[in-house]
């Protein structure tokens, strides 16, 4: 099985859900692709460059896999590179594209898969443009092409066994539970993340918490480099939580009183862009949330400056390591925890007694 996201009948992005692996053999794959397609897909070969039927398509939409129908790319990420193969700044959603070190032809690089069937798509590399700084270079024969309008027509069957799945649970001895809702992800990053992970860990309805960098790339993704504020990393950090306790919007409200979202790259005596405050949104409806918050708390005059957090689609988190995680728990006495983030996690306490784990709900 494999976690990702897919389309539903009304056209929108949903999940992520299990699918099954779509796993067959050789003499079916050539059943169902091109000569053309069976040599990218599955014998992991490169088209000619600039001969791609989609390097030039510009019309709104979404690219799918050639070889299962998974949704790989928005034609919202796709830029013109100038290699000759269609070229997009990041997936539609992480979940979907696979990577893996690929040692060939003498180079070291990305190689980037269809994570439902394997399906060979092409590389990623680190000289694409902003926001990412990631080049995913695509084959036209692994792709499909959907145009926006037709979106509802790439509704994957698979939400309707999840759906079934589901209705056991909706119809069980606690009516009012209803079906349970997908557990949702967001990133924030907001200064140091010893201080907004322990602001967020003593929510209700929030999973987990966990330390990381969004913004830059994988190589870089460690403390060190991180530090020199040279790699576009944040530090951030990335909330699991269950919407049916804490919505999107609650989560928003915490992170602005989290932090002094008013600081351009920094917090405090942190400086540098890797404490820049940021909305690492990871879908439209995100980032549509995002920037009514913004909006709203600048028309309310809530804080003395203007807001400087940063919009930014979410292409990757990579979790801090390990001596990183829960660090304000593990090290309550630590002085910049007891000075710094613990009393912004107190803050939070103060302000939205509510959202507590353990507030009595209504
Ligand atoms: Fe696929």
Not at 25 to 30: A, E, G, I, Y
Not at 182 to 205: H, M, P, R, S
Not at 335 to 345: C, F, Q, W
Request: proline share 7%; charged share 20%; hydrophobic share 35%.
């Amino acid at each position: 099985m494999v976690r990702v996201r897919v389309f539903d009948s009304r056209g929108e992005l949903v999940g992520p859900v299990e699918s099954p692996k779509v796993e067959l053999s050789d003499d079916q794959w050539r059943q169902r692709l091109t000569p053309q397609q069976f040599e990218v897909l599955r014998s992991k070969g490169t088209e000619r460059p600039f001969c791609g039927t989609l390097l030039d398509n510009k019309q709104q939409g979404v690219y799918t896999c050639a070889g299962c129908g998974l949704p790989l790319f928005s034609s919202d990420a796709k830029f013109n590179s100038g290699t000759g193969w269609p070229s997009f700044f990041q997936p539609i959603a992480n979940e979907n594209v696979a990577t893996e070190h690929d040692d060939s032809h003498g180079m070291r690089r990305t190689e980037i898969l269809c994570a439902r069937c394997d399906g060979h798509l092409g590389h990623v590399f680190d000289d694409g443009p902003r926001p990412t700084g990631l080049r995913f270079c695509l084959n036209s024969e692994s792709l499909n092409f959907t145009p926006s309008e037709q979106l509802a027509s790439l509704a994957d069957p698979i939400l309707e066994s999840v759906a079934a799945a589901r209705q056991p649970a909706a119809s069980g001895h606690n009516p009012k539970a209803g079906p349970s809702a997908a557990e949702e992800i967001a990133v924030f990053a907001g200064g140091c993340f010893w201080c907004t992970e322990a602001a967020f860990a003593q929510l209700a309805g929030v999973l987990d918490v966990e330390s990381g960098y969004a913004g830059g790339t994988a190589e870089t993704a460690n403390y060190e480099d991180v530090c020199t504020g040279q790699t576009g990393h944040a530090e951030a950090i990335r909330i699991r939580y269950n919407p049916a306790t804490i919505s999107f919007a609650q989560l928003l409200d915490v992170f602005f009183d989290a932090h002094d979202p008013t600081q351009l790259n920094r917090q405090g005596n942190d400086v540098g862009t890797q404490y820049r405050s940021a909305i690492l949104f990871a879908d439209e409806p995100q980032r549509r949330a995002a920037e009514a918050k913004i909006a709203e708390l600048a028309a309310a005059r809530a804080f003395p400056r203007p807001i400087v957090t940063t919009l930014e689609p979410l292409a990757a988190f990579y979790p801090a390591e390990e001596y990183h995680q829960d660090y304000a728990e593990k090290n309550p006495n630590q002085p910049y925890v007891r000075y710094h983030s613990l009393p912004k996690a107190c803050a939070v306490r103060e302000k939205h007694p509510e959202l507590m784990r353990g507030a009595a709900s209504h």
